[in-house]
């Protein structure tokens, strides 16, 4: 474990009972891949931690609990599908997924929502968080809809600078919606303002989406490196990748509609083009091999849309390549 100072969150209640940060996943007890299940975050022993955020900040009563919050559980699901076992061969990693390591692999559950109190949640986020990186693990977080990468980001304020890498057809800079200012559509510009964010690639931005010209405006100003969908295809992956510094420590969120729509379907906006599973694969190991990645987070799969549920089980796929690439390039030796 190494030695990251206790977050000034906690609160006296969390002191009281820091297990409550989280519950079992919902709807059924299965775990990401029937990994062992760790509530406990205070005594936290692991290597890599799956954590479940599945509420955001929502826009109107309706979103409070909308089909986005369902998505850890299909997740979880869909990652039997997507693994026949640890022992088994996969042939994108070219190897076991452990890599015949003694890695410790935890779920951590679900952080729960507050009908009383909705910003709540953002807060037992972070901490939990806080938690995961103060036992030396890295966090891979199945969302909910893109805010809840706000309290993800601000839980890495002790870890500068961090390279923000967005998969996303969307530019998620507006400042404030209905005046709320951590939704889904603000994430990356909330990122902007932390002190510990630095540059920001942006991949695969296409169509109209939310963004107006003052959010453009408000991108390009900052830095953030735009990279449309037309740039990614006619140039590729390896293309982007060379533009992101060597040696960096990388939070990657994935948003599931940067994703070519016949990859993954089960999004409220879908948009032609998008990436590929390949493409995706092909960052996730370009930024394992180029420096550290710190955290990840997939986000905005809405399960009521899946078809065959191959969405929930390329977003496991997903997960499962970063586990193993990080395994691979030393990160626990």
């Not at 919050?69 to 699901?77: G, H, M, Q, V, Y």
């Not at 510990?196 to 695969?204: L, N, T, V």
Request: aromatic share 6%; glycine share 10%.
């Amino acid at each position: 474990m190494n030695n990251t100072p206790r977050s000034t969150l906690i609160t006296e209640e969390t002191k009281e009972s820091l297990s409550s940060l989280t519950v079992a996943p919902r709807q059924v007890r299965q775990t990401f891949m029937d990994f062992d299940l760790a509530l406990d975050l205070e005594t936290l022993e692991a290597d890599i931690a799956i954590l479940g955020i599945p509420y955001g900040d929502p826009y109107d009563i309706d979103q409070v609990t909308n089909d986005q919050t369902n998505a850890p559980t299909a997740i979880r699901r869909a990652s039997r599908q997507s693994s026949g076992g640890l022992e088994r061969w996969d042939f994108d990693l070219g190897g076991p997924l452990l890599d015949n390591k003694p890695i410790r692999i935890v779920d951590c559950g679900d952080v729960p929502g507050d009908a009383r109190d909705f910003n709540r949640h953002y807060n037992r986020a972070e901490e939990a968080i806080c938690l995961i990186l103060r036992a030396g693990a890295l966090p891979i977080i199945l969302g909910g809809d893109h805010g809840v990468s706000i309290p993800a980001l601000r839980a890495f304020k002790d870890q500068q600078p961090i390279t923000l890498i967005q998969v996303d057809a969307h530019l998620d800079w507006v400042n404030s919606k209905f005046g709320i200012r951590e939704g889904y559509s603000s994430p990356i510009r909330r990122a902007s303002e932390m002190s510990h964010i630095g540059e920001i690639f942006q991949i695969g931005l296409r169509c109209q989406g939310s963004a107006r010209q003052e959010e453009f405006d408000a991108a390009t100003a900052y830095g953030a490196h735009l990279i449309t969908d037309m740039e990614l295809q006619d140039r590729g992956m390896d293309s982007v990748l060379a533009k992101i510094p060597d040696g960096g420590r990388y939070y990657l969120t994935i948003d599931a509609d940067g994703f070519d729509p016949s990859v993954m379907p089960a999004v409220a906006g879908p948009a032609p083009g998008g990436l590929s599973y390949h493409q995706a694969r092909k960052l996730i190991h370009g930024l394992v091999a180029k420096g550290r990645v710190v955290g990840m987070d997939i986000v905005e799969i809405t399960p009521a849309r899946d078809v065959n549920r191959i969405t929930a089980i390329t977003a496991a796929n997903l997960i499962q390549n970063m586990i193993g690439k990080t395994i691979q390039g030393q990160y626990f030796d």
